[in-house]
């Protein structure tokens, strides 16, 4: 068996991968400028495809989002084989001395197991955008299971599903009381260390605890490995990583999904894991905000990865990119991987051209770009620069120093934070590491001067892809700045 480690894989797969169809589905995401960032896909144990649109690259880290409650499930399921719990058992029995608020008969009767199927019966807003604003204020608290924990009821355990963040997140505080290890030190010793996964970040609470339904990131090959493992079963080189059993129950219907899921074709839900319907073949799926899937279909021995930062809007609560990730398993990935073809490597390598930087060797910077370079320029009108999902960065001042093949931007914010990273100006990113409160992460920009008006487009770590227009006066004094969609603000020299 191909585990997907090495970059090395055989010119011609004899289980077969239409790359023509690849090749069709990659030409489509060119040509409509879709914010995705890698698909990886892993066919019969080979690593059939594994592409990056730039600026991202193999061992660039990813923001899992909502692909980190799966984690949490598998690590469940591993202390459930230790005997360190059990599925039935009661939730608050965890938290003796915690003041828990809103107490009834329901809160005190949620198990592992409600949790686990995303029926707690917690109240939480309704909706991917509601829960969203409810992560922001849990992380604005040093106890975040405790915040979990204190949200009335809405319903009785069981009952209903609904896919909030409290249900991973009470798990991860569990499995720290049971273990008596930070829930990264157990996921690496019992999972990540044993399937060759070595690089990761997960979010901490002040109180130390790892964010159980989002803040991990990991590389999308590391999820490819992740995948694999469920595709067979818990098994690696021959050790039971996670119990089989624990991979059939993960992906059991236990209950049908709310009414949104369902018109993104999410209809039924297992232990943090989705069954797809509309699908030719059964598949079952993690899947995170903007794009971020793990696909696992048993029936043609595939794990298909997809990391992107797709739109999402209030009118469809966030399915918008669900619908896309599914139209393209549905149209192309399942279509080129149910064949018998014998694979081209030659359509392989047109795939890798539509996924390389299209860049300029010699370019003239205008001289407006020196007038403006080294100069501070602050901000009345303190426009977000970028968010994550967490945080907010609200710029107050900008300072571009124009080179001859890049620019360095150096951005303060509000709240006294600054960074510095570098723009590259032949069409490629740049790319260097700046130090965050998850440690030192990647930040990517390009920039492009046209008709004296400088664009700067830059993505985070968190995956989302920013751009600033940047419009200077003749003077050189003031900078007409535009941002999104319609978001104008204005910066100007000190004394200005």
Sequence with gaps: MYYPEKRHRPPFLKEGVDYKKIHELFQKIVDAGDNMQSILIVKNGYLAVEEYFPPYHREYLHAMNSNTKAVVSALVGIAIEEESLKVDQKVLDFFPDSETSNICDWKQSITIFDLLTLRSGLSWGGGEIDDVEFVLEMAKTKKWAEYCLNRPMKYEPGTHFDSISACPQILAAILTKVTGKNLHEYAREKLFDPIGISNTVWWESPSGENGGNQGLFMKPIDRAKFGLLYLRNGLWEGKQI??????????????????????????????????????????????????????????????????????????????????????????????????????????????????????????????????????????????????????????????????????????????????????????????????????????????????????????TWWGNKNHIIIRPNRKADIINCKARVEFFFEGKVAGT
Excluded at 393 to 421: R, W
Aim: overall charge negative; some cysteine; charged content about 20%.
């Design 242 to 459: 996670i119990p089989s059993d624990w991979i059939e129950k993960s992906k059991t219907a236990f209950c049908k999904t709310e009414p949104k899921q369902q018109e993104a074709f999410l209809a039924e839900s297992g232990y943090m894991w989705y069954i797809d319907a509309d699908f030719p073949v059964r598949s079952y799926n993690i899947n995170g905000i903007h794009g971020n899937f793990i696909y696992i279909i048993d029936e043609l021995d595939l794990v298909v990865v997809t990391t992107a930062h797709l739109p999402r809007s209030a009118e469809n609560l966030g399915n918008q990119h669900r619908n896309q990730i599914h139209l393209y398993m549905k149209k192309y990935i399942i279509p080129a991987c149910s064949t018998d073809v014998q694979s081209d490597s030659c359509m392989l390598e047109a795939i890798r051209n539509l996924t390389k930087p299209t860049t300029y060797t010699s370019f003239n910077l205008p001289d407006i770009a020196q007038r403006i370079s080294g100069k501070t320029y602050y901000f009345s009108v303190n426009y977000c620069f970028f968010e994550d999902i967490y945080f907010l960065y609200h710029i107050s001042s900008l300072k571009l120093n124009f080179g001859n093949q890049d620019c360095e931007a150096e951005v303060q914010f509000v709240s006294g934070d600054s960074i510095s990273f570098t723009v590259g100006l032949n069409g490629d990113y740049k790319t260097v590491s700046i130090k965050t409160y998850l440690g030192n992460m990647p930040i990517s920009a390009k920039g492009e001067w046209k008709n004296n008006v400088f664009t700067i487009v830059y993505n």
